[in-house]
């Protein structure tokens, strides 16, 4: 499974934003948690997601993923920070889900950070390219549709505009339109 989940969490104490991943990749599942600045994560191998899933009655860890989505998308999760892990609260049930991450430290930190902000690259561009390929205004051989010419619907003959004739009103047509008004000539001789 290349499928990850990525959300904000916030910190209920201090009101802070996180970021938090959940993923699989070469066949570990990971839980990341990161504020830019620290990072801490958990690992699980088959083993022991096995107890996690049986922990939490998880049938797989794609289904951790779908609840801490659909945790996240109602403001379900939040973390606690400690010293050196932090917990993350997915649920605002008794039974919610509790996992405690450990931080990790320079140039593991640093290079788990990189891994993140290149795999959320990376969905974004394959987001992108799902997206064009299916949408008509990425198509760079067309215009978008709203400057194209209307095709008929129907076989129904076509109505003829008819055109104005100069003088003509618009607002009533087959009425002729007012002159203007010339004035008045006032005589300037009269004013000595």
């Not at 010419?149 to 104005?164: D, E, G, I, W």
Request: hydrophobic fraction near 35%; include cysteine.
């Amino acid at each position: 499974m290349s499928e990850a989940s990525y959300c904000i969490v916030l910190d209920r104490d201090t009101q802070s934003k996180f970021l938090c991943c959940a993923r699989r990749k070469n066949g570990i599942f990971t839980i990341c948690l990161t504020n830019a600045a620290d990072v801490w994560r958990i690992e699980y191998t088959e083993d022991t997601l096995q107890h996690f899933r049986q922990k939490f009655a998880l049938k797989s860890a794609e289904d951790y993923i779908v609840k801490l989505r659909s945790s996240c998308s109602c403001g379900a999760v939040s973390v606690a920070v400690h010293d050196t892990s932090a917990e993350l609260h997915v649920g605002s049930g008794p039974g919610d889900l509790s996992v405690t991450l450990s931080r990790l430290e320079g140039p593991q930190a640093t290079e788990d950070l990189r891994d993140l902000l290149f795999s959320m690259a990376d969905s974004l561009t394959q987001l992108d390219s799902r997206l064009s390929s299916v949408s008509p205004l990425k198509n760079h051989h067309r215009g978008p549709p709203e400057f194209e010419p209307r095709q008929q619907q129907n076989s129904a003959p076509s109505v003829t505009v008819k055109r104005r004739l100069p003088g003509a009103s618009l607002i009533n047509p087959g009425t002729k339109k007012k002159l203007k008004a010339t004035g008045v000539a006032f005589d300037d001789a009269d004013e000595d």
